[in-house]
Nanobody, 126 residues
């Protein structure tokens, strides 16, 4: 049974930083693509960042490029999202997601991820 548990969210002032973690269980962690998404109130869930099976390839939505960094530690079954220079518009619930078996590259749409965590709230005050 696949389980993803996010942590590290909270309240931060604009310009500050947070590091989100997502611990995974079930399956061979290093065999799967991983991603981060976010959902603000009244909006659809949107792609933030993705990382391939090895961590050697990453991809970001334009609004977070240069501010956010996605990484993974396959020995710890954990994926991270380092968020710097946070802005009020980054406020959302952040979700990590795991790709299906056989998909090890970069995945950027919600439909490509069958497994999701419960989310962690990030609030950036101005």
């Amino acid at each position: 049974q696949v389980q993803l548990v996010e942590s590290g969210g909270g309240l931060v002032q604009a310009g500050g930083s947070l590091r989100l973690s997502c611990a995974a269980s079930g399956g061979t962690f290093s065999s799967y693509a991983l991603g981060w998404f976010r959902q603000a109130p009244g909006k659809e869930r949107e792609f933030v960042a993705a990382i391939n099976w090895s961590g050697g390839s990453t991809y970001y939505t334009d609004s977070v490029k240069g501010r956010f960094t996605v990484s993974r530690d396959n020995a710890k079954n954990t994926v991270y999202l380092q968020m710097n220079s946070l802005k009020p518009e980054d406020t959302a619930v952040y979700y990590c997601a795991r790709g299906p078996p056989g998909r090890i590259g970069i995945l950027t749409t919600t439909q490509e991820y069958p497994y999701w965590g419960q989310g962690t709230q990030v609030t950036v005050s101005s």
